[in-house]
Structures are given as C-alpha cells and as structure tokens.
C-alpha cells in the first residue's frame, strides 16, 4: 500500500515562491512515475508538473519556465517548486503516483494520490 503526504501549501502575494513536499512510503520508490496535479474549484483536476522513474520531465504550458518538479530518492520526496506565482495558481496541489510511461498527466493512470495541500495566491 502507497502513502503520499504533501506538505508546504499556503499563501503567498503573486510573484513569490512556495516549495511543496510530497513524502512517499510502503513501495518501491524508484519504481515510480510522480505528478503533480492541481484542481481549482470548479474545475477539472488537471496535471501541471510530472516525473517519470527515468528522471524525464513534463510540464504543462500554464507552469513552464516557473515550476520545477524533482525528487530526492534518499528521502523518497518529490518536489515541487514553484516561482512567479500568480493569482492564477491558486488551486489544491495533488502529487500522485503510479506507472504511467509516455502519459505523465493521464490522471486515471495513477493508482496514488495524496491528500492535498491548498495554495492560494493573491
């Protein structure tokens, strides 16, 4: 069984930063595709950010150039930074995990998901 905890959500002026954590446990960690998905109310959860087990990255149009997704394996942690935030940004932030090769924002495909962690800028 798979455990995701994200951590570091919260509220920040547009422009600013903010790093998220996702802490993975009970599998193979490097076995892994990772994502992060973000879901504003009303609206489809969507995926913006994703790394596959081979360490290749995928972004979506809406955050790249400012969000960066990588993972430190000693720590089983996936992170996500994310610079130049905008109003728009705001969203509860998913990070998901599941083998999903050639497909990092197929949302079905991930068999994980963590609890969610809220961002909100203004």
């Known amino acids: 069984h798979v455990q995701l905890v994200e951590s570091g959500g919260g509220s920040v002026q547009a422009g600013g930063s903010l790093r998220l954590s996702c802490t993975a446990s009970?599998?193979?960690?490097?076995?892994?595709?990772f994502a992060w998905f973000h879901q504003a109310p009303g609206k489809e959860r969507e995926g913006i950010a994703a790394i596959e087990s081979t360490g290749s990255t995928s972004y979506a149009d809406s955050v790249k150039g400012r969000f960066t997704i990588s993972t430190d394996n000693a720590k089983n942690t996936v992170y996500l930074q994310m610079n130049t935030l905008k109003p728009e940004d705001t969203a509860m932030y998913y990070c998901a995990a599941g083998r999903v090769p050639g497909a990092p924002f197929w949302r079905s495909g991930y068999s994980y998901w963590g609890q969610g962690t809220q961002v909100t800028v203004s």
């Open positions: 009970g599998y193979a960690y490097a076995a892994y595709d």
